[in-house]
């Protein structure tokens, strides 16, 4: 099933004329147009996904730059409307997190990501349906928490009230928002075991020497624990955070 997202489509409208004198008045229309944006939609966006196009782009490109690259296609306008720098509101971070996964393995078969409510698997799934649609896409979940995986099951969303799970990052449910990229676009999700969890933050911690959460560790144990689905594939896993207290480790 298609799942539709509020779209709107804006001409570039004619290089600089924004910044130049006599055209401000047509334009300060189209800003305040562009301010009602947010009455229009739905529900308050997590992300917001731009796509525009020039005639001298040879292939598609991720932009992740609070400051996007500027295309200078015309002449004969004032001086100070070639220097415009457009700023990137919001988080490039997921994006750019992915871009350089695909970069530095290429021919990557799979990837995947913890689910809680759902947002870091949606953002995987916006940005790989995008540039690397090929790449199946998989979430891990605790067995605690599987509200994700029993509504992948059933295909509609099932809620979780008070799940108990050492990664405590992903007792949060899955909502309407990102149940839609989940059904669209996730593989499978995995569940694992509590021990599964530890044993997975204990092997990256030990073998790694990098400190990651139990929520962090859920990913890893969903691949030590499937060796059949991900066998002869190059997989990626989403490292999440390292949001730990020292004192209270969950294999102490």
Not at 67 to 90: C, L, N, R, V
Not at 107 to 120: C, E, F, S, T, Y
Not at 131 to 149: L, N, Q, V
Request: proline share 8%.
């Amino acid at each position: 099933m298609t799942t539709r997202f509020p779209t709107f489509f804006v001409s570039h409208g004619g290089g600089p004329w924004p910044w130049v004198d006599g055209m401000r008045e047509q334009f300060a229309l189209t800003e305040r147009e562009f301010r009602r944006l947010p009455e229009l939609l739905p529900a308050t966006p997590k992300a917001i996904l731009v796509i525009t196009g020039h005639w001298e782009a040879e292939e598609f490109t991720v932009s992740t730059s609070a400051q996007p690259p500027m295309e200078y296609d015309y002449s004969g306008f004032p001086p100070h409307t070639y220097s415009i720098q457009y700023k990137a509101p919001g988080s490039q971070a997921l994006a750019a997190r992915v871009r350089e996964l695909l970069a530095q393995v290429p021919g990557i078969d799979a990837v995947i990501a913890p689910i809680g409510g759902g947002g870091m698997v949606s953002g995987t799934c916006l940005t790989l349906s995008t540039i690397a649609p090929g790449i199946r896409i998989y979430a891990g979940e605790p067995e605690m928490a599987d509200d994700a995986a029993r509504s992948f099951r059933a295909g509609h969303i099932i809620a979780d009230d008070a799940p108990e799970t050492v990664a405590d990052g992903l007792k949060v449910p899955l909502k309407e928002l990102t149940w839609h990229f989940v059904k669209a676009h996730v593989t499978d999700i995995l569940t694992v075991s509590e021990a599964d969890i530890v044993e997975a933050m204990k092997l990256v911690w030990a073998r790694m020497k990098i400190i990651i959460e139990p929520s962090c560790a859920v990913p890893v144990a969903a691949v030590l624990k499937n060796p059949s689905v991900f066998k002869g594939l190059k997989v990626g896993i989403i490292i999440t955070g390292g949001n730990v207290d020292l004192d209270k480790l969950p294999w102490m």
